[in-house]
């Protein structure tokens, strides 16, 4: 009897160890599909796109500027009246004609085909300039027109000047007035241009200098004038070839040919009024504009050394 209680109890506490064993038994960890588990990444902020560095205005005009005394053509940017004319008679579609003279004298004769926009007047009509054709300038002496051709070839105009002008150029000619049109001429419609950021530089400059309405020629005597008054006061640049500045110059002025200017802006002031002078005047308007769109307070002479010895002022050899 008791052996019987005895393996009842053994039996009892067999099973209650079993069940013991299986209820404490741990589960196999479920599988986790990583490929579909969201991560949470840290956002790295990428850096603010840097702004292209401006252009500096200063240096955009001066390196088109020393480009251009770098790159003067033969014939030093002016056709001769004759070749105009034979251009204007054969190929009128292939050229642009712009009288730079007052609207009166251009309404008594100009070349024909030309329109009339006087120098104060040039800035507000550079979008009806055509860029595809060869411009040609004409004003009266060619000295008005040299300040324009040196301005509009910086903006990439295929510009030149009328040698000489209507008086000095076409006169001599011995042209019967027939030639000449009294027809006022439509400027073209404008034409907004596509300028990139340095393009843009270049043209407000050139607008700005053609706004200013002033040629800033200065007469012979009137120059002579000032030179005499305060000669220390004015820096005399003299544009010629070395040869023809040593037969004659105006005494105290400075040698520096004009297709050497490039190499040798550095060399002029800008804390003084420059009076540039060349054979006739045309050149040394043409050097007078790119001075001043550059920041220089330059004047050019009239008729240059021709006005200067045609007034019988004094010269310097030396």
């Not at 990428?46 to 560095?53: G, K, R, V």
């Not at 006169?171 to 019967?176: A, R, V």
């Not at 110059?249 to 200017?261: A, D, M, R, T, V």
């Amino acid at each position: 009897m008791k052996m019987k209680r005895v393996l009842s109890m053994l039996l009892a506490l067999i099973l209650m160890a079993s069940i013991l064993v299986g209820c404490g038994k741990q589960e196999e960890p479920a599988i986790v599909d990583d490929s579909q588990t969201a991560v949470d990444t840290p956002v790295v902020e990428q850096p603010a796109d840097e702004q292209e560095e401006k252009l500096d205005p200063e240096l955009v005009l001066l390196e088109h500027t020393i480009a251009y005394f770098d790159n003067i053509p033969s014939n030093s940017n002016m056709i001769k009246p004759a070749d105009a004319l034979d251009l204007i008679e054969n190929n009128p579609d292939a050229l642009f004609v712009v009288d730079m003279r007052g609207q009166e004298d251009y309404e008594k004769g100009h070349l024909p085909g030309a329109v009339n926009i006087p120098l104060g007047q040039m800035g507000k009509n550079l979008d009806r300039l055509p860029s595809n054709k060869q411009i040609i300038l004409c004003c009266y002496s060619g000295q008005t027109t040299g300040l324009a051709v040196s301005a509009l070839k910086l903006l990439g105009f295929n510009a030149i000047s009328f040698q000489g002008g209507m008086n000095f150029g076409w006169k001599p000619l011995e042209l019967s007035e027939d030639t000449l049109e009294t027809e006022v001429n439509p400027l073209p419609e404008p034409k907004t241009p596509n300028l990139t950021e340095e393009e843009q530089i270049l043209w407000d400059a050139v607008v700005a200098f053609f706004d200013e309405g002033k040629g800033n020629i200065e007469g012979a005597e009137k120059a002579h004038e000032t030179i005499e008054a305060n000669p220390g006061a004015v820096y005399i640049l003299d544009i010629r070839g070395n040869e023809d500045f040593e037969k004659g110059h105006i005494e105290g002025s400075e040698n520096i040919p004009f297709k050497e200017l490039g190499k040798n802006i550095d060399k002029l002031p800008k804390n003084r009024p420059i009076y540039v002078t060349c054979y006739s005047g045309q050149t040394a308007a043409q050097t007078q504009s790119l001075l001043r769109i550059n920041g220089y307070n330059a004047f050019s002479i009239g008729r240059g050394m021709a006005g200067w010895n045609g007034a019988e002022l004094p010269v310097a050899t030396n």
